[in-house]
């Protein structure tokens, strides 16, 4: 069974960086069989994908948040993270990291706020 | 990439059927196999009920069914229960190499 678990601040500045760890278990970061994403979904709101990284090192994102997203993996830990730069109160949401297509973790709420 | 276009709400009586619809276009929901279908209770992680159109992970009831035609995506719930009432999301691969939801939809059992 595959199990996901994200970490990071709950609290973070405007201007300043969103970064979020997803510690996986029962699986590998390192293998081909998922694509390690992050969904996040503003209170009340529907679901928006994020982004995502392949094994190979491929990574995509959402075009509207392209130019401040950076999803990476790291191998030794069997871990995988986003980092949402200059954000805004707009950023506030549940963030989920994802081994898509199939696994879900419990999701971490990120305030925007000074 | 805009949202794929779902009913805000969708209701039933226990035991009827319903059906809930995503609408995309040929760059994503029209061009792939790849269209999943999630359920979320308030409050917790949305979990995973159709992957690939139509196939079900392990575990998730054989009332739930997903079909495609065009570019349009269903997800079918026979036998409607209590425990049904929730919000469903679908998703689909696009021709960017990227995903993207749909709306929602609220389904309400009667």
């Known amino acids: 069974q595959v199990q996901l678990q994200e970490s990071g601040p709950g609290l973070v500045k405007p201007s300043q960086t969103l970064s979020l760890t997803c510690t996986v278990s029962?699986?590998?970061?390192?293998?081909?069989?998922?694509?390690w994403s992050w969904v996040r979904q503003h209170p009340g709101k529907g679901l928006e994908w994020i982004g995502y990284?392949?094994?190979?090192?491929?990574?995509y994102s959402n075009p509207s948040l392209k130019s401040r997203v950076t999803i990476s993996v790291d191998t030794s830990k069997n871990q995988f993270s986003l980092r949402l730069t200059s954000v805004t109160a707009a950023d506030t949401a549940v963030y989920y990291c994802v081994a898509w297509d199939g696994y879900w973790g419990q999701g971490s709420l990120v305030t925007v706020t000074s | 990439q805009s949202a794929l276009t779902q009913a805000a709400s969708v209701s039933g009586s226990p035991g009827q059927s319903i059906t809930i619809s995503c609408t995309g276009t040929s760059s994503d929901v029209g061009a792939y196999k790849y269209v999943s279908w999630y359920q979320q209770h308030p409050g917790k992680a949305p979990q995973l009920m159709i992957y690939?159109?139509?196939d079900r992970p392990s575990g998730v009831s054989n009332r739930f069914s997903g079909s495609k035609s065009g570019n349009t995506a269903s997800l079918t719930i026979s036998g409607l229960q209590a425990e049904d009432e929730a919000d469903y999301y679908c998703?689909?691969?696009?021709?960017?190499?990227?995903?993207?939801f749909g709306t929602g939809t609220k389904v309400t059992v009667l």
């Open positions: 690939e159109v139509s």
């Open positions: 990284v392949h094994y190979g090192g491929n990574t």
């Open positions: 029962g699986a590998s970061v390192s293998s081909g069989t998922y694509y």
């Open positions: 998703s689909s691969y696009t021709s960017s190499s990227t995903y993207v």
